[in-house]
């Protein structure tokens, strides 16, 4: 008898540990000191493009928010992550629309597809500047269909388009869809984490990386802030 | 001054290596230095071929960082990256070992990447074995299947004329100009994947004798622009672009070589010159929003 109400709680734990314990790590980033300012892009020499943007958009090296917040960072788990190697169906979108990047900075698992969305009417050339993973660069006029790409290694990597030198975006290739992108207000969220220790890793393509080890016990959130140092210019 | 200078001499240097390299080397296939950590035999003998003729631009890692490397633009190729400007396999792919011997023969036009055809085909092949050795990607990755080239179109001022509206339609104009001069208005903002300034190419300068970095014939410059130029902003143009449509670029493309004689250039002559492609070029750049500086399309010069 006894063995069996304990063989069944072992199945259930074997069977879904995660609905039984769903810890979950949130947090802010933000930044001290004094970011360098955001520079209006000039875009004149690209007319299509110009006149998607009532006001010139800005550089988004630096995002920041109120209260010191920093946004587009990139917040994962690098060490002892539950799903490495599972990759997710669904593919991931980089749109190139009004001679910008959206999203800024593209998370995906490795292997997983991505797919390059030219929406504008004018040509772009993708140039992803892989160093680990392999670099190419493809031409996407007007009226193409998407690019598809997959990564195998994992990288961050910068993103260019050669015929317009402002557009600048990352891919960030990770072993783990546990990850979230600092929002306005600096903030991120990783949940369904079952007990474990785990690493978790900040990247901003400017101010470098932090990490900050986590020990989850069961049900509950865990509260990780980051603070990087605006680099002074 | 002093630079100039010091690349005068590198080449001299080279081409002197190179010359002697025929007298010394035809043929010769051991009596180098002994065998390294488990290098395959053609990699020992490229490896002793590479010090003598390599290693001062490319560098004893590869890194293309040899001792004449600082005076050097283009830089020499960095073997560790195993990214490659001329070759028959897609993109971001691994080139063909045919590929890097096609290279070390003909050298790499207006660089201080000479000819080494003094050599023997023993001596390139065993060459490419041991640069190969630099970077770990040959042995997780295979080369590129080499893209299908379909025979050459006819050359036909409707051809020539197509062509013409896919230099618009491309935007190759972006980069290399309306006539081709490597002076189009993102021209000056280029650099290749290690940050150093480069220039697209000018087809009408008649210092490069019509020839290309990666070849000189109609094929080479079909393939160069469907896979691209690795490691520069000079895309493929593979996925987004049909097969007779490449060749009527090629034929185009040829036109812009106004120095060199070619079937291109004279049926473009006998159809009335550049003149006649006009109509179509001002057309596409209405709408297409040209060079802002306001760039005159006068032929000339």
């Given at each position: ?129 892989a160093k680990t993973n392999r670099e190419w ?13 997959k990564y195998d290694k ?80 | ?78 073997f560790t990256a195993a990214t490659f400007?001329?070759r028959?396999t897609p993109t971001g792919t691994l080139p063909l070992d ?34 190969k050795t630099f970077s770990e990607r040959w042995k997780t990755e295979k080369p590129g299947d ?84 690795d ?71």
């Open positions: 008898m006894r063995t069996k109400q304990m063989l069944v709680a072992l199945l259930t734990l074997l069977v879904c540990p995660c609905l039984l314990f769903a810890g979950t790590v949130s947090g802010k980033v933000s930044y001290t000191g004094t970011p360098a300012k955001p520079k209006p892009i000039d875009m004149s020499k690209e007319p299509s493009c110009a006149k998607q943007h009532a006001t010139p958009i800005t550089t988004e090296t630096v995002v920041a928010g109120a209260n010191n917040a920093l946004a587009n960072v990139v917040v994962y788990i690098s060490a002892g992550a539950p799903d490495e190697g599972q990759v997710p169906q669904q593919a991931v979108t980089f749109e190139q629309k009004g001679c910008q990047y959206i999203p800024h900075v593209l998370v995906m698992h490795t292997g997983q597809e991505l797919k390059v969305l030219n929406s504008d009417q004018t040509s772009h050339n993708i140039h992803p500047l660069n493809k031409s996407q006029p007007p009226g193409t269909p998407p690019i598809s790409e994992e990288e961050f990597i910068t993103v260019k388009c050669n015929v317009h030198p402002w557009m600048r975006g990352y891919f960030a290739v990770l072993k783990t869809s546990h990850y979230d992108v600092s929002k306005d207000d600096g903030g991120f969220k990783l949940p369904n984490l079952p007990p474990g220790k785990y690493t978790i890793t900040a990247w901003h393509e400017d101010y470098g990386t932090q990490t900050s080890d986590v020990t989850i016990t069961g049900n509950e959130t865990k509260d990780v802030t980051f603070t990087f140092k605006a680099k002074a210019y | 001054m002093m630079k100039r200078r010091m690349i005068c001499l590198s080449i001299l240097l080279i081409a002197a290596t190179a010359g002697s390299a025929l007298a010394q080397n035809a043929g010769v296939s051991s009596g180098y230095p002994t065998p390294k950590n488990g290098f395959s035999p053609a990699e020992q003998r490229g490896h002793g071929l590479y010090l003598r003729y390599c290693v001062l631009c490319h560098g004893v890692f590869g890194d293309g960082n040899g001792d004449n490397a600082p005076f050097l633009d283009p830089r020499p190729r960095d400007k001329c028959s045919s590929d890097l011997i096609g290279t070390l023969v003909r050298g790499v036009q207006a660089t201080n990447m000479p000819s080494w055809r003094p050599l023997t085909d023993e001596n390139r092949q065993d060459l490419v074995a041991y640069i080499a893209i299908k080239i379909p025979p050459e179109t006819p050359v036909s001022i409707e051809s020539i004329r197509r062509g013409h509206e896919l230099f618009q339609k491309m935007e190759c104009w972006k980069c290399h100009g309306q006539q081709g001069r490597g002076d189009g208005p993102s021209a000056s903002t280029l650099t290749d994947s290690k940050d150093q300034p480069i220039r697209p190419y000018n087809f009408a300068m008649a210092r490069n004798d019509s020839r290309f970095k990666c070849g000189s014939e109609n094929q080479d410059l079909y393939r160069i622009f469907m896979t691209g130029v490691g520069t902003p000079m895309p493929s143009f593979a996925d987004v672009m049909q097969p007779n449509d490449a060749w009527d670029l090629v034929h185009y493309l040829r036109t812009l070589q106004t120095e060199r004689r070619s079937k291109e250039n004279e049926v473009l002559k006998a159809a009335g010159g550049a003149a006649t492609l006009k109509s179509s070029e001002n057309k596409s750049e209405n709408n297409s929003a040209a060079d802002s500086n306001g760039k005159t399309h006068s032929g000339g010069h």
